[in-house]
């Protein structure tokens, strides 16, 4: 690790003091921890040293280069360059050619398991991986090399995640993830999106330095302070979902006043991630804000899974084209409220039974009673002198159950019934 700090980086750099203790509020909430964190992130990330980085770029755009350069005081991510020392990076360094080579080679003797590998872009294994070269060499080995010494790796973007755009459709590179052509080693930890968001980048390194340890992650190594949430679920535009008012053409009235996306084919219902609450460009704005729905970028091959980008997804049931993922969730919400019916049904006719079982059983004992006390007050002449006690009609009606609500099959999930005009396609 480079051992001066980050402290002396901020320092250097003109930051104060009070502009620290608003990153280490920002990571707290980015890692989904109460604001009494702060200070303890605060006092860890400032004695920290600062992580030594080697950065690699495979087939990609440069998406993630360059949100990892949007820095601009006093967010997170301006602070992301002062938590690492970015030991190689292609697109930032001076060096070039056989020079750039040594600076990687170097620092991965300097700080043998403790430098972070970052990957950008799929890694193409077709053709004996000949369709990226770097240094003349494939950048499959390179890239097996750099991670498999490394303290942890970092899968930053969609493509280093799973192929990404390079790898849908079948692609022509044979793209793969970082993950499908690594062996181990440290870490790993998949942070997805086109592109990333580097608040994300920056809250999973602050967790590392304040606790010791990486975050929490799913079966495929995304943070699940990241990317836990629905994207659906926390969209500033839902309210306009649970009262039925869409967009239905861009431009229309509705796209004026910000109401739900969803019949232009937002995939915020099936995304996971932190893009509502997080945002970008210095947590002023995100895609469904501006007034595109999500793609569901954070998710596994998203380039042909979320397709087409501006319709609602095709039946998730074979056989059944015209059937969405709603009328799914719609059947299942109907068919838990059809259980519940039956369930309630099912109670009041054993209730009733038990009732009639109970008078009747009343009704023998009573019998048996009577019965006793006459014997016993039977005359020598046999003569019955007490009144017989008025019997219990074994099979009287039992007095009349209280009316019953029928159970509601709706839920505050269930789409909107159809309105007026409504596309019924797209429900
Ligand atoms: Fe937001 Fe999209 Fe959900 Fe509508 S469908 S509430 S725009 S995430």
Redesign the pocket.
């Known amino acids: 690790m480079v051992d001066d700090g980050l402290y002396a980086a901020l320092v250097r750099r003109g930051m104060t003091r009070r502009t620290f203790l608003k990153f280490s509020t920002a990571m707290a909430a980015a890692l989904a921890l109460p604001a009494t964190y702060a200070p303890r992130i605060a006092e860890a990330v400032a004695s920290a040293p600062r992580l030594p980085v080697i950065w690699l770029r495979g087939q990609d755009c440069g998406g993630e280069t360059e949100a990892f350069l949007r820095a601009a005081d006093p967010t997170a991510a301006s602070l992301l360059l002062d938590l690492l020392s970015v030991e190689y990076h292609e697109t930032l360094m001076a060096p070039a050619g056989a020079d750039a080579e040594l600076l990687r080679t170097n620092a991965m003797e300097r700080y043998p398991n403790g430098y972070l590998a970052v990957v950008e872009g799929s890694i193409p294994t077709g053709a004996g991986g000949a369709y990226c070269l770097v240094g003349g060499r494939p950048f499959v080995d390179i890239v097996r090399e750099v991670c498999d010494g490394a303290l942890a790796t970092i899968a930053v973007g969609a493509c280093a995640f799973d192929g990404g755009a390079p790898g849908a459709g079948g692609g022509a590179t044979d793209a793969r993830s970082v993950r499908d052509v690594t062996s181990g080693g440290g870490a790993y930890i998949a942070l997805p999106g086109c592109p990333l968001n580097v608040d994300n980048l920056a809250a999973t390194i602050v967790h590392y330095l304040t606790l010791g340890e990486w975050p929490a992650t799913d079966g495929r190594g995304r943070p699940l302070f990241a990317y836990g949430p629905l994207?659906?679920n926390e969209?500033?535009?839902?309210p306009?979902?649970e009262f039925g008012e869409f967009v239905q053409a861009w431009g229309d009235e509705g796209a004026q006043k910000g109401w739900?996306?969803?019949k232009m084919g937002?995939?915020?219902?099936e995304a996971f991630g932190n893009c509502a609450t997080q945002q970008f460009a210095q947590s002023t704005s995100w895609p469904?804000h501006a007034g595109h729905?999500?793609i569901g970028c954070t998710m596994p091959n998203f380039w042909d899974a979320m397709s087409p980008f501006y319709r609602r997804l095709p039946s998730p049931v074979p056989f059944f084209p015209n059937v969405t993922a709603d009328g799914v969730g719609t059947a299942l919400v109907g068919g838990i409220g059809a259980v519940a019916a039956a369930h309630g049904v099912g109670m009041y006719a054993r209730t009733r039974l038990t009732a009639r079982a109970e008078r009747r059983a009343a009704a023998a004992a009573a019998a048996a009673e009577a019965d006793a006390t006459q014997a016993a007050a039977t005359t020598p002449a046999g003569t019955t002198t007490l009144p017989r006690p008025e019997a219990i009609e074994p099979d009287a009606p039992a007095p009349s159950a209280p009316e019953r609500e029928a159970p509601s099959t709706l839920t505050p999930n269930e789409p909107p019934p159809p309105r007026a005009g409504d596309d019924p396609e797209v429900r």
């Open positions: 994207i659906h969209c500033e535009r839902r306009h979902f739900c996306l969803y937002c995939k915020g219902p469904i729905g999500c």
